[in-house]
Nanobody
């Protein structure tokens, strides 16, 4: 079994900051890319940021310069620092990772349950 547990969501005023964290645990052989997606009410889930095991990052245009993704490969964790938050950043944020479980010959994607971020104007 593999679990992704997110933390760090909450309510913040526009212009404020939040830091999301996600920890992958279980019978993990290797963690590949990790990332954050978000889904606002009535909208499709979208990629916010991702990071490879080598540290290469990718950001949605809407968050470039405001969000920073990082990871700790030794702890199988990924974090996202969110600064200058805007009301349009309000969404449920989901951790996503591509990994290989111990004893499996293939990689799979896993999702966390999500954490709510609400930005008030």
């Amino acid at each position: 079994q593999v679990q992704l547990v997110e933390s760090g969501g909450g309510l913040v005023q526009a212009g404020g900051s939040l830091r999301l964290s996600c920890a992958a645990s279980g019978s993990i052989f290797r963690v590949n890319a990790m990332g954050w997606y978000r889904q606002a009410p009535g909208k499709q889930r979208e990629l916010v940021a991702s990071i490879t095991s080598g540290g290469s990052t990718n950001y949605a245009d809407s968050v470039k310069g405001r969000f920073t993704i990082s990871r700790d490969n030794a702890k199988n964790t990924v974090q996202m620092q969110m600064n200058s938050l805007k009301p349009e950043d309000t969404a449920v944020y989901y951790c996503n990772t591509n990994l290989r479980r111990t004893g499996q010959p293939f990689d799979m994607y896993y999702w966390g349950k999500g954490t709510l971020v609400t930005v008030s104007s």
